[in-house]
């Protein structure tokens, strides 16, 4: 099944289509996505910043897995960037699940670390690009089977305490 998340939707907000999409990621109804799933944000035809945390509060399988993208058609497969401000502790977190796939998403401004994961195992970031303004890009703590290709992690020029991209 697809769902969608696009802020300036006009719908019924339950993610069933573009039209009604989810407008943000605190309307997500967790219990209705399942593994092989894929939940599609849109850029809108240019970019579109999200500026809130994302948290993933269901699990996939390694073979299976729970797929969060941007959109992929003309009308919403713009840059989707997803800002902290440098007010939420995370960008996106990722705790106790399994069988996610994050990719293409531009993440950013964290109060601590851009994308956390903990507890989980079997967890794809792919093509992502992380920009690291406090103090961790990636981490990972406590966890298995955890693939991060193809991202790009940068930092600002000078950050006057430890920076990690991938800790």
């Not at 269901?58 to 729970?66: D, K, L, V």
């Not at 996610?100 to 950013?108: A, Q």
Request: aromatic fraction near 6%.
């Amino acid at each position: 099944t697809n769902h969608f998340i696009d802020k300036y939707a006009t719908g019924n907000n339950d993610g069933s289509s573009w039209t009604n999409a989810w407008i943000n990621f605190s309307s997500i109804n967790w219990n209705i996505i399942n593994p092989g799933d894929t939940i599609f944000i849109s850029g809108g035809t240019d970019s579109t910043v999200y500026n809130e945390q994302l948290t993933i509060s269901a699990s996939g399988t390694n073979n299976n897995p729970i797929v969060i993208t941007h959109g992929n058609d003309p009308e919403h497969s713009g840059k989707v960037i997803l800002d902290g401000l440098k007010t939420n502790l995370n960008v996106i977190k990722i705790t106790g699940e399994e069988g996610i796939e994050v990719s293409n998403l531009t993440l950013r401004n964290s109060d601590d670390t851009i994308l956390r994961i903990r507890n989980s195992q079997d967890i794809t970031i792919e093509n992502c690009f992380v920009h690291i303004t406090n103090r961790t890009g990636i981490q990972v703590m406590n966890s298995a089977s955890i693939i991060i290709r193809n991202c790009i992690i940068t930092t600002d020029t000078l950050i006057s305490h430890q920076t990690d991209g991938i800790y």
